[in-house]
């Protein structure tokens, strides 16, 4: 057999290198195929912005619009919505009610989306990172923003479905979304129900004699390991009734929530 010529050796050692390189070239492809992949999470429901094994969590507001609000009011309100809406973290839902007086017109939330994230946390090299913040700005947190308006010039309510309103927000928002992590309820109102149901601008109602009522047992809800912040607005000498307030947390209580507080909203 012929000995291989110094031009077909080199050419074999070419070759191998060559293969060599190449298996090399490949294998770095596949690896960053696979970090890139790696860096990338789940994506986004295109409706609803939430992540899409489901929201993380979840923030539930009730604006109470049955009386309109003064400046000082307002201007509280405001701030109250834009650190709600700004401290929301990523994933979790945020739903937005209006309470007015014909409750059955409003038991679609007015705003509700999961916050998408800004993209602060996200890499140029597997997002595009401008666009995220375009979509969270434009889709989130402008619309959650104009919420508030009308809020002064609303006119008073011939009603107040407070109970009513309470228990389909408990069925269209909370009950009604896979939420894996907590759940808070933030209510901004004077708290003065006035309804069939019950009315407490006249004698005040303790809450075990609505309880034994038949109302009572139609508009029970249940918010189980829900935080409920109720905030409420000086509409009415009657809102800072103790008798009032005692209704509510024994009314939250019953309800079996995890955590009760209440504050008063400027004005």
Not at 71 to 87: G, H, N, R
Not at 120 to 128: A, F, G, R, V
Not at 180 to 196: E, P, R
Request: hydrophobic share 40%; aromatic share 10%.
């Amino acid at each position: 057999m012929a000995r291989q010529t110094k031009l077909q050796k080199r050419r074999a050692r070419n070759n191998i290198l060559f293969s060599l390189l190449f298996f090399a070239l490949v294998m770095m492809t596949v690896a960053a195929a696979v970090w890139w992949n790696s860096q990338r999470k789940p994506g986004l429901d295109p409706v609803t912005y939430c992540p899409l094994e489901g929201p993380q969590g979840q923030r539930v507001v009730l604006i109470d619009r049955t009386d309109p609000f003064n400046l000082a009011q307002k201007t509280s309100l405001d701030i109250f919505i834009k650190q709600l809406v700004e401290s929301t973290p990523a994933g979790q839902l945020l739903s937005v009610y209006v309470l007015g007086d014909d409750f059955q017109a409003n038991t679609k939330p007015l705003f509700e989306l999961c916050n998408p994230g800004d993209g602060h946390e996200k890499s140029q090299l597997t997002d595009n990172v401008k666009a995220l913040k375009q979509q969270y700005l434009k889709h989130f947190i402008e619309p959650m923003l104009s919420v508030t308006e009308g809020m002064m010039s609303a006119a008073s309510a011939k009603e107040s479905p407070i109970l009513e309103m309470l228990q389909l927000v408990n069925l269209n928002s909370i009950q009604k979304h896979n939420i894996k992590g907590d759940i808070t309820l933030y209510i901004l109102s004077d708290m003065l129900q006035n309804s069939k149901a019950l009315n407490m601008y006249g004698k005040p109602v303790s809450f075990e004699t609505y309880e034994s009522s038949y109302a009572a047992t139609k508009l029970f809800v249940n918010f189980s390991n829900i935080k409920v912040e109720v905030h409420l607005v000086n509409s009415s000498p009657r809102s800072l009734n103790p008798v009032v307030l005692d209704f509510w947390k024994a009314y939250f209580d019953k309800a079996g929530v995890k955590d009760i507080t209440f504050h008063a909203l400027a004005g």
